[in-house]
């Protein structure tokens, strides 16, 4: 679980019960990060409201900052927040996969390709 996790609002009041279901939903991406790099994640959370002509609308927008200089971004436009952090949940989740893809030499595309490759 990631422990530094900060959210905040810009013209929102951000309420328990969503900073609980946020913290669930942010806080289990830490399986996908490589070993070395889950303790000194620090994610934080910006929910804005935006007034637009047909109603109310939330931009939810989340940064991770991995150890390395390394930062994951994503954000998202919707109606309702809670259903915003499991759209964010996803795309981080997508990016978090790829870094550590990226960074574990044992897991890169190149080796996992020679493992398919018939030699003959």
Same mark, same amino acid.
């Given at each position: ?48 409201? *935006?007034?637009? +002509? ?5 931009? %939810?927008? /989340?940064?991770?900052? #991995?150890?390395?200089? $390394? *930062?994951?971004? +994503? ?5 309702? %927040?809670? /259903?915003?952090?499991? #759209?964010?949940?996803? $795309? ?29």
């Amino acid at each position: 679980m990631i422990d530094k996790i900060e959210i905040s609002g810009s013209n929102y009041k951000i309420s328990d019960s969503f900073r609980k279901y946020a913290t669930k939903r942010i806080g289990k991406l830490d399986r996908y990060l490589p070993r070395g790099s889950k303790k000194d994640v620090v994610a934080k959370i910006v929910v804005t409201e *935006v007034d637009r +002509a047909h109603g109310n609308k939330y931009e %939810v927008s /989340a940064a991770m900052e #991995i150890p390395g200089g $390394k *930062v994951i971004t +994503a954000r998202d436009e919707c109606s309702n %927040v809670f /259903a915003g952090i499991d #759209i964010i949940e996803a $795309k981080l989740k997508g990016q978090v996969r790829r870094f550590k893809l990226e960074a574990t030499p044992h897991l890169s595309k190149k080796g996992l390709k020679s493992l398919f490759i018939k030699r003959g």
